[in-house]
T-cell receptor
Framework: GAGVSQSPSNKVTEKGKDVELRCDPI?????LYWYRQSLGQGLEFLIY????????KSGLPSDRFSAERTGGSVSTLTIQRTQQEDSAVYLC??????????????FGSGTQLSVL | KQEVTQIPAALSVPEGENLVLNCSFT??????LQWFRQDPGKGLTSLLL?????REQTSGRLNASLDKSSGRSTLYIAASQPGDSATYLC??????????FGQGTRLTINP
């Protein structure tokens, strides 16, 4: 596709349920990021994948959060036993190479997660 | 720990004015600084990327400057238009290979 695609665009779930959020990066992009944007807050880094290297999971807020990237392409962010404080917009972004090599980051439109 | 601050948090100006958005960061050891635009309910769109060795970048009516030693960047928008209304975010890239974002400036251009 032409850009970063995220699905679903909106997800409403009940507290305690598990959810999966999907990200399709731009074809050929080796770097993939997940960020979270809560109402009135800035973007919070969650996890970073670069090629075949071990992901940087330093931003995941708890062990209820996990993510994987299969075949160096599609990524899934999983939140187990969702809590109301998990409600936020989850944004995925990809770049051709590491952002430190001055590659621009391209964002998807995000998944709005609402936990009731 | 890198911290990024954007001032003002919100700005409202009449159409046609030139304006400046400010971004400051605490750790000058950065690879680059990026400015993004976010429209309501949408993701972020990259506007300009300034490498650490550069002083400024221009794209159309937008000009971004970088003073790495003082930890400051500005985004200058010339001849503002209602379509420029959005939230503008700056972000810096350091050794951890991830962007650290400011809270953004919500810009409204009044016709």
């Amino acid at each position: 596709g032409a850009g970063v695609s995220q699905s679903p665009s909106n997800k409403v779930t009940e507290k305690g349920k598990d959810v999966e959020l999907r990200c399709d990066p731009i074809s050929g992009h080796t770097a993939l990021y997940w960020y979270r944007q809560s109402l009135g807050q800035g973007l919070e880094f969650l996890i970073y994948f670069q090629g075949n290297s071990a992901p940087d999971k330093s931003g995941l807020p708890s062990d209820r959060f996990s993510a994987e990237r299969t075949g160096g392409s599609v990524s899934t962010l999983t939140i187990q036993r969702t809590q109301q404080e998990d409600s936020a917009v989850y944004l995925c972004a990809s770049s051709l190479d590491r952002v430190a090599t001055n590659e621009k980051l391209f964002f998807g439109s995000g998944t709005q997660l609402s936990v009731l | 720990k890198q911290e990024v601050t954007q001032i003002p948090a919100a700005l409202s100006v009449p159409e046609g004015e030139n304006l400046v958005l400010n971004c400051s960061f605490t750790d000058s050891a950065i690879y680059n600084l990026q400015w993004f635009r976010q429209d309501p309910g949408k993701g972020l769109t990259s506007l300009l990327l300034i490498q650490s060795s550069q002083r400024e970048q221009t794209s159309g009516r937008l000009n971004a400057s970088l003073d790495k030693s003082s930890g400051r960047s500005t985004l200058y928008i010339a001849a503002s238009q209602p379509g420029d209304s959005a939230t503008y975010l700056c972000a810096v890239v350091g050794g951890a290979q991830k962007l650290v974002f400011g809270q953004g400036t919500r810009l409204t251009i009044n016709p």
